[in-house]
């Protein structure tokens, strides 16, 4: 069993309340940081290697430590439960049934930053979550967590909760801060970076749930401790959401590292596929990133064991690997199509465009015109090489990163599965009534030659 | 698409408890950027009369001291805020991926099925209308449904368990 850092106490009967969450240790290290320096805090969340958990992975102590801290300005730490990348759902997880620890991170995690003021931007839809959250808030509140004076330091936070109207895009953390300013939610030209001029021209972090939440065990065991979980340069533990043709969807809290093969067939975690079936294809970290075919995600290439951390995942680069993203992990058995799935994702990337960019405006509009003839037998053999072009104008050509979101799942598709693309042009007919099953996408990978030496 | 001529007939009253809920929203921002209140009070809005109407745009926007197109815009950026009437009971249905992957389309024919209208339509009893939206961040437990305005969540949708959310639904309506 790997360690739990987040989801230890999660089936403590009553942990959702202030009195059974403190009575397991909790914000015990509200207390230690209120003592320790701000810097020496930011240098704790550095030594531990923290990386970013909504889905671009940049190290958390480094973004805390780029925050201008200009005299008489506010500051603002603002976090990300916008939640809304198909595939993941470990956010909502974790302030449902523990919403305290992401409470405790968020007043470690300003007193660092030295925000006197913070918001946490959750998706309107999240009602239900935004009750819970705004209940611990006000235990918090009147336990002296909260407040003026926090535990007689000198401290005061006010903590609210903001929810959002609906919208994908508002996850991007300049749409988010637009947002929450009450206006659409277009994203920013940067620079400037939130770091110098985020929410109402205030240097602002912004930064996911879970990354909140992390803070909380770095600062109580330190950061070198947490470094030791996990593998090189992904340290600690990651919530993966696993959905799809599995046998126990659901959130697990695993070590980083351990192997994709194991996470899919173990018992700990997913317990294999359903009804006896064979794994087609995983999409690793959320809809956004590479699809991979099911031989490619539990070998490298160089016929290594593909782990879940953040290296391993993308080892190969766009050629053969994909990425940890946001950790959304959806698996497709042999019944899958896969056209259709990229279809699917590709109308959600057009419906979520805010439509500022052509690229992205129009790109993603061309791209599920095109997937939609695709699987409803229209398509022509040029469609793919359509496909591949419009995806290309769409990718770094664009404000926000939306628009390669929508690209890398069209591109790396037609990359792997292209003789089921090419399948459903040429028996379009026969494409509309069953699907093209699992080919040879299960395949063991040809062993590479090693390279000969040069000279 | 908002047609402020389809609601602009109908005029709404804020009461002075809605009143407070939006004072209470107000005083979370610093002095003057009472705007971030827009998203907010739009939810407390259509919590209150079941969608957001023109008029009741126009009083939001006097509220907050700012222009009703700033309320506009934004009202018809987001997905959540309702520019007509709908059931009342609205089935919101997820339909991407790793729910289609677990049978969503299928569910979103069944609920017109069992319902009579189609997307977007309400039934002539006022009671339910539906839609199609995207991932509800609860994938794992597809294909769900969420209902406004506490946006409640049905997991795990079988065909026997939608009859089972009308029917309670439908008895829930007439005590
Ligand atoms: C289109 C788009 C959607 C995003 N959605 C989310 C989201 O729902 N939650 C999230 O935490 N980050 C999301 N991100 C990433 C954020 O922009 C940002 O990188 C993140 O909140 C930073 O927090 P972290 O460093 O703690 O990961 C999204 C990015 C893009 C481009
Ligand atoms: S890339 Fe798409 S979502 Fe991002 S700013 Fe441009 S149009 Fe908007
Ligand atoms: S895809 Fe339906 S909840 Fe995520």
């Not at chain 1, 988010?176 to 001029?197: C, D, M, Q, T, Y």
């Not at chain 1, 951390?309 to 992990?329: I, N, P, Q, R, V």
């Not at chain 2, 029917?167 to 007439?174: E, F, H, V």
């Amino acid at each position: 069993m790997g360690r739990k850092l987040l989801l230890e106490h999660i089936n403590v009967p009553g942990i959702e309340t202030f009195d059974v969450y403190r009575s397991k240790g909790g914000y015990d290290a509200v207390a230690k940081a209120l003592k320790m320096s701000t810097d020496d805090i930011v240098e704790e969340v550095k030594k531990s290697g923290l990386r970013g958990r909504g889905g671009a992975g940049f190290p958390t102590g480094m973004k805390w430590s780029f925050l201008a801290k200009p005299e008489g300005k506010a500051r603002y730490l603002v976090c990300n439960a916008d939640e809304s990348e198909p595939g993941t759902f470990k956010d909502r997880y974790l302030m449902t049934y523990i919403p305290h620890l992401l409470i405790e991170g968020m007043i470690i995690g300003s007193y660092a930053l030295g925000a006197n003021v913070s918001y946490i931007y959750v998706r309107g839809e999240m009602m239900p979550q935004i009750r819970i959250l705004e209940k611990a808030i006000a235990e918090a509140k009147a336990k002296g967590f909260l407040g003026k004076n926090i535990l007689g330091s000198g401290y005061d936070l006010e903590l609210y909760v903001q929810p959002g109207g609906g919208a994908y895009i508002c996850g991007e953390e300049t749409a988010l801060i637009e947002s929450l300013e009450g206006k659409r939610g277009n994203p920013r030209i940067k620079p400037p970076f939130p770091a110098i001029a985020g929410l109402w021209g205030c240097p602002t972090v912004v930064n996911n749930v879970e990354s909140i939440a992390a803070i909380v065990p770095i600062i109580r065991d330190g950061g070198d401790e947490y470094a030791k979980i996990g593998i090189g340069r992904s340290t600690g533990t990651k919530l993966i959401s696993a959905s799809g043709n599995i046998n126990k969807p659901g959130i697990y809290e695993i070590e980083l590292g351990v192997s994709v093969e194991d996470f899919i067939y173990s018992d700990e975690y997913c317990g294999g596929i359903p009804n006896g079936k064979r794994l087609k294809a995983v999409v690793a970290g959320g809809s956004s990133v590479p699809i991979l075919p099911a031989n490619l995600i539990l070998k490298t290439v160089n016929n290594q064991p593909r782990l879940m951390s953040y290296e391993s995942l993308s080892d190969g680069g766009f050629a053969t690997g994909t990425m940890m993203g946001s950790g959304g992990f959806i698996a497709f058995d042999e019944d899958q199509c896969i056209v259709r799935n990229t279809w699917n994702f590709t109308r959600f990337y057009h419906h979520e465009s805010c439509g500022q960019c052509s690229p992205c405006r129009e790109g993603t509009g061309w791209m599920e015109k095109v997937l939609h003839r695709l699987e409803y037998g229209h398509g022509k053999l040029s469609d793919m090489d359509l496909l591949v072009d419009v995806s290309k104008k769409i990718e770094g050509n664009t404000i926000c990163p939306l628009g390669d979101a929508a690209a890398w799942p069209v591109a790396s598709a037609i990359r792997h599965f292209r003789d089921e693309f090419e399948w459903h042009v040429t028996n379009g007919a026969e494409a509309t009534s069953r699907n093209y099953g699992l080919a040879h996408y299960a395949d063991p990978l040809p062993v590479l030659e090693p390279a000969p030496a040069a000279g | 698409m908002l047609r402020v001529e389809d609601t602009i007939q109908t005029p709404v009253e804020f009461s002075a408890a809605l009143i407070a809920k939006f004072d209470d929203v107000v005083s979370r921002y610093p002095e003057g950027k009472q705007k971030a209140g827009l998203l907010p009070i739009l939810h407390l809005v259509q919590a209150e009369f079941g969608w957001v109407s023109a008029p009741a745009m126009d009083k939001v926007a006097a509220y907050l001291n700012i222009q009703p197109v700033e309320v506009y815009e934004v009202a018809t950026f987001y997905t959540m805020y309702l520019m007509k009437p709908q059931g009342k009971y609205f089935l919101e249905v997820c339909r991407t991926g790793p729910c289609c992957l677990n049978g969503a389309e299928d569910i979103m024919k069944y609920i017109e099925q069992k319902l009579g209208v189609k997307e977007g339509d309400v039934t002539p009893d006022g009671l339910f209308s539906w839609r199609g939206v995207e991932c509800l961040a609860a994938c794992g437990f597809a294909p769900v449904l969420q209902i406004g305005p506490e946006y409640t969540f049905y997991e795990n949708l079988t065909p026997a368990s939608v009859d089972k959310l009308v029917a309670d639904l439908t008895a829930q309506a007439k005590n």
